[in-house]
């Protein structure tokens, strides 16, 4: 008795037909990553530069301007609008990175916890639809539904690769 597999508006789907919408939506994920790496580097770069140049700028001894260290609690980041756009803090579970789009809606937020470090992207409704994770240093990638229920699930465990699928 072979099931039959579905796609979201239930329409009969071949195994071929849901790897290639899989391997889609890793491409997907896989941009989006690209385009997350480059705005935390831009990030990063910006606080390095308010952090040197700001107006609490404290120079070190014996270096000419030279900020050793910079403390703080969090940082917010606005675009030239007031908006804001990244925020970086602290949470009672570590760091937290925060991104949000020109809407002022979060997009993604990277967390490193002792437990479970990841990286979580949202949609234009503020759900959780992708997340790449490690679990007791098992990496995965996660492919989330409307309601943030796991659809797809890509993990390297030790004893090997698995893919799991999960339908309605």
Sequence with gaps: MAATLRDE?????????????????????????????????????????????????AAAPGGAGTVKEIRANRFVIEDENGKTRAVLTTTKDGPMLALFDTNGKLRARLTASNDEPKLVMFDENGKGRAMLHLFKNEPALSLLDEKEQERVVLTAFESGPALMLSGN
Aim: glycine fraction near 12%; avoid cysteine; charge should be positive.
């Design 9 to 57: 508006r239930g329409l009969a789907m071949t195994t071929d037909q849901r790897i290639e919408n899989l391997e889609k939506g890793l491409a997907s994920a896989r941009r989006f990553n690209r385009w997350l790496l480059a705005a935390v580097g831009l990030a990063l770069g910006v606080w390095i530069l308010a952090g040197t140049f700001g107006p609490t700028m």
